[in-house]
């Protein structure tokens, strides 16, 4: 239960980050309201607190974070831009899901 607990923590702080990122996004590239700005800024902040319930320490929980930023960041712009993952997408995906997998989960 731990783990699906922390992969949970790992997924919601990518969407955050990722949600943050893409209003800060809209707001610089495509010209929408400064309130766009605002509520990613605020996004952003809630992203950096989700990672300290983690129950790792800062350097494997933010090098671990990066494999599922890579994963959610490809199903994002699937989900969101239209943009269909290709097969070296997948393979680069599911290479950094392991190093998750490694980093956070294996036995120490």
């Known amino acids: 239960m731990d783990y699906l ?3 949970g923590y790992f997924v919601l702080a990518g969407i955050f980050e990722i949600g943050g990122g893409y209003l800060i996004w809209l707001w610089l590239r495509e010209g ?3 309130h766009y700005a605002f509520i990613g800024a605020a ?3 809630l992203y950096g607190v989700i990672p300290t319930l983690q129950p790792a320490n800062f350097g494997r929980v933010y090098a671990a974070y990066g494999g599922i930023f890579i994963a959610l960041s490809l199903l994002w712009g699937w989900a969101v831009d239209g ?3 290709d097969r070296f997408d997948l393979i680069g ?4 899901l392991i190093g998750v997998g490694v980093i956070m989960y294996a036995p120490r």
Do not use: H, Q, T, W
Request: charged share 10%; net charge positive; no cysteine.
């Open 5 to 7: 607990k922390s992969l």
């Open 93 to 96: 995906g599911v290479i950094a």
């Open 83 to 85: 943009v269909i993952p």
């Open 43 to 45: 996004v952003l902040v």
């Open 32 to 34: 929408k309201g400064i």
